[in-house]
């Protein structure tokens, strides 16, 4: 009685798991205005984004970057007139968790070893 009481139980388990696919609908970071809280490895920055261009402001700083998006999880930016070495790099960034209005990060800078994480929020 016990042998079929599980086997039942295991066979109603396996039934009612049901796969949920992931729904791709994560658009809404792909243009607006966002913020970056001061933090460790961030100053304060204040990002606008609209169709293929990011404008970043931070401290006395604005920065037009290039954003062109792999996927809705990944994007590759771009400074349009770069002031140094480093900003001829490219930035490879990786949404790595996803919240109602703001999403983790990690950020690596060329093909360094270096990569850096944090959370972006929109704020419109």
Same mark, same amino acid.
């Given at each position: ?33 966002? %913020? ?5 490895? @961030? !100053?304060?920055?204040?990002? *606008?984004? #609209? $169709? &293929? ?31 140094? %070495? ?5 930035? @490879? !960034?990786?949404?790595?968790? *996803?919240? #109602? $209005? &703001? ?22």
């Amino acid at each position: 009685m016990k042998k079929i009481g599980f086997v039942l139980f295991t066979i109603l388990l396996i039934t009612s798991c049901k796969n949920t696919p992931i729904v791709d609908n994560n658009n809404q970071f792909k243009t607006g205005v966002f %913020e970056i809280p001061a933090g460790k490895n @961030f !100053v304060k920055e204040i990002i *606008i984004r #609209k $169709d &293929s261009i990011q404008i970043s402001k931070y401290e006395d700083h604005v920065d037009t970057l290039s954003i062109k998006w792999k996927n809705n999880f990944s994007y590759t930016l771009r400074y349009i007139n770069p002031k140094n %070495e480093m900003q001829k790099d490219p930035m @490879f !960034v990786q949404i790595n968790k *996803i919240y #109602k $209005d &703001s999403y983790d990060f990690t950020v690596k800078i060329g093909f360094s070893n270096f990569s850096t994480k944090g959370t972006i929020y929109k704020v419109k």
